[in-house]
């Protein structure tokens, strides 16, 4: 078959996988190829067992893997190619050198692009989708332009804004798809291509366009944005505890004031992630290059709140377990960032387990999706560490049950089964807010929630 358009993404994770598969799917006159630096992520997306779980990505895999959908692992051929290039590498926080902490690792990007230009034997377009600081283009820019021939480039910015475990609906259904060029003849060429594509599933009025800084710049304040929500109400929450007030009546009355809106109002144990956390460190970071001390100290304190709240918890299980959890069993019922998806990095899960194994606390994680990463989080940890799939047999003769991830079939547990298989007096940490509370402490739990007060047994 002929294709109208031969389409490259460099980077098959979680954003690369997922964003060209609905391309593919949307788009069967486009052919679309995934490639990677790590050949046993192409294995896993031709495999049964994709390297990324996503809620309906399976289907739309098999539907097109084959056809229109490719994952291969000649990264060089695949340059010389393809037209369009996404790059979808990742971009961790540099943890050495200047910045280090903070500042995003541009490595990779930096190599993709150089590598592009190395292979490329014809004009192409090339697509920032990683998450990336401002002026980020003008290096990939100034590496692409630095070859002999005639060959050109344009460079367009079109971040992602899906979420993880709503991915494929998101792409689906985009509240907005953000392109970024400059506003010359080329750029504008580049752009109405972009426009074009997106434009088979997306209606136009959700295809926005901007110069290439701003729509770089608003990725990283959209994650700024959605992750202050978070620690706003999460500050909120610890005022609650103090003040018999319960965080989700305020949350609700907060949230419909339709200028706040009732969406990321969850309070919990706190944002994880790969983007939240490393973009507003990243923000912070350009605001603090380009002098702006005042609203770097302001977003940082977006991430402090965030640690804040997940040291909160801790010393809550702590002080409500006698001070000490040395040989206690403690089951952790989730271990991934969020609901629906295997992810772990940046889970506040890793940094509650490691805590609470430095108290010598026993562990029994159980999580439907994330156990092999959560193995892979706590390798080295010193400790007592279970991984079982079965909640039930997870919580069997434990001191103490946490909910850290807000997975549906939590809420669903038979909560009477469990208490009777715990040591008693038996507790319960509900760190998603996710389960009936009154009902568990009639069972005869110790309930206690995040931002509401807690239903103990204990007489005062
Ligand atoms: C995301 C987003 O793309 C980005 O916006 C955000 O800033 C960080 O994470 P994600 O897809 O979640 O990236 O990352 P990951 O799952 O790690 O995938 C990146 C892939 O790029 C990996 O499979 C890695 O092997 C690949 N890669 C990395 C290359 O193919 N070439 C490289 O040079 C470097
Ligand atoms: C985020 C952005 O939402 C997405 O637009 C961007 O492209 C990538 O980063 P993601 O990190 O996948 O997506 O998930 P998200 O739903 O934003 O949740 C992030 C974290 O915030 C999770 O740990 C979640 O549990 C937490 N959260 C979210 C809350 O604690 N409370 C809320 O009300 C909402």
């Known amino acids: 078959m002929k294709f109208k358009k031969k389409i490259l993404c460099i980077g098959a994770g979680y954003v690369g996988g997922p964003t060209m598969a609905m391309i593919a799917y949307k788009c069967p006159d486009y052919r679309i190829t995934v490639v990677d630096t790590n050949p046993d992520r192409i294995d896993a997306w031709n495999s049964a067992e994709f390297p990324v779980y996503e809620p309906g990505l399976d289907q739309i ?28 590498v990742h971009t961790p926080t540099k943890t050495y050198g200047a910045g280090a902490d903070m500042a995003a690792d541009l490595q990779f990007v930096e190599k993709t692009a150089r590598q592009i230009l190395k292979y490329s034997r014809s004009s192409k377009i090339v697509i920032e989708k990683s998450t990336l600081p401002v002026k980020t283009a003008l290096a990939m820019e100034r590496i692409l332009a630095s070859g002999k021939g005639k060959i050109t480039f344009e460079v367009l910015s079109n971040p992602e804004f899906m979420a993880e475990g709503t991915a494929m609906s998101d792409l689906e259904n985009p509240d907005r798809v953000l392109i970024g060029s400059h506003e010359t003849k080329s750029g504008l060429k580049a752009r109405a291509e972009l426009i074009e594509l997106y434009s088979r599933w997306i209606p136009s009025e959700k295809i926005i366009t901007s110069n290439i800084w701003s729509s770089e ?23 609650c505890e103090k003040t018999d007030a319960d965080i989700s009546e305020v949350a609700k009355a907060v949230g419909m004031d339709s200028r706040i809106g009732s969406k990321f109002l969850k309070a919990g144990i706190g ?22 001390k005042d609203v770097a100290f302001y977003w940082e304190n977006v991430v402090k709140i965030n640690e804040y709240q997940q040291e909160r918890f801790i010393a809550n299980i702590l002080n409500n377990m006698f001070g000490t959890l040395a040989g206690k069993k403690i089951c952790i019922l989730g271990f991934a960032f969020k609901a629906d998806t295997g992810d772990t990095r940046e889970s506040p899960a890793i940094y509650i387990a490691q805590k609470l194994l430095s108290e010598h606390a026993e ?40 909910i850290l991830t807000d997975w549906n079939l ?50 005062q």
């Open 61 to 88: 895999v098999k539907k097109t893997r084959g056809k229109n959908l490719f994952f291969r692992k000649d990264v060089e051929d695949q340059i010389k190619e393809n037209d369009i290039i996404f790059v979808s």
């Open 217 to 239: 710049l608003s990725k990283l304040v959209a994650n700024a944005f959605l992750a202050q929500r978070v620690s706003s109400i999460n500050s909120i929450s610890a005022l």
């Open 271 to 292: 944002f994880g992630g790969s983007c939240f956390k490393k973009d507003i460190l990243n923000l912070v970071y350009l605001c603090r290059y380009y002098g702006l």
């Open 363 to 402: 562990l029994t994680i159980s999580d439907p999706k994330a156990l092999k990463n959560a193995a892979v989080d706590l390798a080295g940890i010193k400790g007592n560490i279970k991984y079982i799939d079965d909640p039930y047999k997870a919580a069997d003769g434990c001191h103490a049950l946490l």
């Open 410 to 459: 939590y809420k669903g547990l038979d909560f009477k089964k469990i208490y009777r298989s715990m040591a008693k007096p038996a507790f319960l940490f509900d760190g998603r807010n996710i389960l009936d509370h009154k009902k568990c402490f009639k069972i005869g739990f110790n309930v206690y929630p995040i931002g509401k007060p807690a239903l103990s047994h204990f007489k």
